[in-house]
DNA sequence: ATCCGGCTTTTGTGATCACAATTGCGCCAT
DNA sequence: ATGGCGCAATTGTGATCACAAAAGCCGGAT
């Protein structure tokens, strides 16, 4: 007989080395640039230089950090070619997903939505930038997982890890004093079932933040 | 002064082993579900299990093996619902590098592609699946290079990857005699300038393999 | 004060080892 | 012949080590 192996806690040390580097990196816990070092990451997480490898290496892959070519890491510095690229994968991707989530969104999940939105201005008050991005993502995943499109919704996060460390920068030169118009929009579409409202609601929300870049 | 470090050939061992791995992987050489182990790529490869784990980490990050619970590696067989997926993100990203790339495709590109095309007849000839699919493969490389988006390239690349060992026993039922038409097609718009008719060329070729999982 | 040289320290890379868990084979009982 | 049990071989994980290269630092010359 089979027990259930505890499915979320037996994880291995790279593992969590990798989720909480992740996680810290979406959120624009870490500065565009920032260097980091493998004996460093493993004395933070009290670990082998092992395991802190392999989840650099992975968050490589994932281009999450970036490597110079002495083997250096650091978190990278976006170019705005390269800034303008990943927000149109975000509205390529986003708005497809949001598209898919659309036929599928009862009730429930718009007061989620509604939910999660009504807390992003107290984040707000508080000044809390990777607050604010966390709680903003959150809002979009929730949506993006209606859409049962697993990989979609893989690669779209792919996209939010590359943007973590710029996006911080990005919202702290944004003085908001409210939540997103953007993210009401897409509540309504949703309620009227109004899918072209939706894409484009959806495509402004994501766009959005690179009108600072130009401006 | 700064000489040029032999930009190609200075690469560590884990960065070849990944490379080859990889290549086999996109091209469809490895069969779908094939087991790998790490001392066997080491020995395959003349290096120890440390380079051995770091690319095959990489490429479980870019979703081209899949990882058992107990850590087990193998290429993943993927289900219908996530072929769908990955090819409609094919077709998301590769209809936007396409429009992208069109403004900059001068005569030389064009006669670049047809000469790729034109190779395409004797590989399938001989029956040679890897070489159609790398054929294939550097006809979409080519066209969407000139859209200098690197990023949007690097994702369209990692689709490619997933979609690897599924490719080639896609490709194994269609008995195909000709250059694929709607190459063509994307040819033929390029020449012509015609935006929508290149968007709807490239969507078609990319989801055209699609139809032989369910017919 | 500034720039250059050499030296020390830091850092990534790859190999090897010990260990635990899983796998898979073979043997035995029915 | 078949199904289950147990042992042996295989495999992934993480720690540690030796080494080379890069980075940073300190001092001296101009």
Chains 1, 2 share one sequence.
Do not use: C
Not at 103 to 126: D, F, G
Not at 146 to 156: D, E, F, I, K
Not at 182 to 205: F, M, N, T, W
């Amino acid at each position: 007989m089979l027990m259930n192996p505890k499915p979320d806690s037996a994880t291995s040390a790279h593992d969590r080395v990798y989720r909480r580097l992740r996680t810290q990196i979406m959120y624009g816990e870490i500065a565009p640039g920032a260097a980091l070092t493998l004996r460093g990451i493993g004395t933070e997480f009290g670990v082998s230089m092992t395991p802190a490898r392999e989840a650099v290496r992975r968050l490589v892959a994932e281009g999450a950090l970036s490597l110079s070519s002495s083997g250096r890491v650091s978190t990278p510095e976006l170019s705005n070619d390269r800034i303008e690229e990943l927000a149109a994968l975000r509205s390529l991707i986003e708005v497809e997903l949001a598209s898919r989530a659309m036929p599928r969104a009862h009730i429930a999940l718009i007061e989620r939505l509604q939910s999660i939105n009504s807390t992003i201005s107290e984040v707000i008050s508080n000044r809390d930038a990777a607050g604010y991005i966390r709680v903003n993502l959150e809002f979009h995943r929730t949506l993006y997982l209606r859409a049962q499109a697993p990989a979609m919704l893989a690669m779209a996060e792919t996209v939010w890890l590359q943007l973590g460390p710029t996006m911080r920068s990005l919202y702290g030169r944004l003085r908001r004093t409210e939540a997103p118009h953007y993210h009401r929009l897409i509540i309504a579409a949703l309620k009227a079932g109004d899918e072209p409202g939706l894409r484009l609601a959806v495509r402004s929300d994501v766009t959005q933040g690179l009108r600072l870049l130009t401006t």
